[in-house]
């Protein structure tokens, strides 16, 4: 899982501020998933993507979260307005695409709000 | 199915014992299943990974048992040593659907 980067690592953000978490993917890998993890929890499915497009959301809370995985760049995960609630563990993985092919998870991003 | 914010069952054992960590998955049309360890403070990682047309596979230490009857999937550790120590996830995918749906974990301690 070392070639999941994610940053940063660790983020603090004030109530009604936004918190953007990044995502590259592994080398060789176009598609892009967001799990959410609050402590001594399971992971939680957000989003999964690929360039450009989102392939399935039904796990974002329907507002103030997004993500995007822009053709160039890294794959963003956009919460706006943060509340405590949303402090968590938010972890990136990719895959080839291809249905069968493993995932790979990135070291995470730490979330508190305060 | 998914984890939907279960907390966590907690197996202890003996350092030098053998671990059987169990997971019931959702969908019976599952056909690739692979297990995670996830230690404190890092991203969940990849141990060993079975195919629905396998009932066993065996890695370094490691074996995973698959059970399509009962929709059950078992990861035993051989000579559990303290870095064992994590949380450990099965995820199961569906065919033809790139998607990974998560078990709630399970804690692993080991006592030295």
Redesign the interface.
Known sequence: ?AG?M?NPRHLVRRRGQEARLRCSPMKGHS?V?W?RQ?P??????MV?LQKENI??ESGMPKERFSAEFPKEGPSILRIQQVVRGDSAAY?C?S?S????????????SWLTVV | GESVGLHLPTLSVQEGDNSIINCAYSNSASDYFIWYKQESGKGPQFIIDIRSNMDKRQGQRVTVLLNKTVKHLSLQIAATQPGDSAVYFCAENPPNFNKFYFGSGTKLNVKP
């Open positions: 899982n999941v994610q598609h998933y799990y609050l001594e929890e399971g992971l939680k499915f999964y392939i399935d972890f993985a895959s695409g291809i249905s069968g092919n493993t995932i790979y998870f990135g070291e995470g």
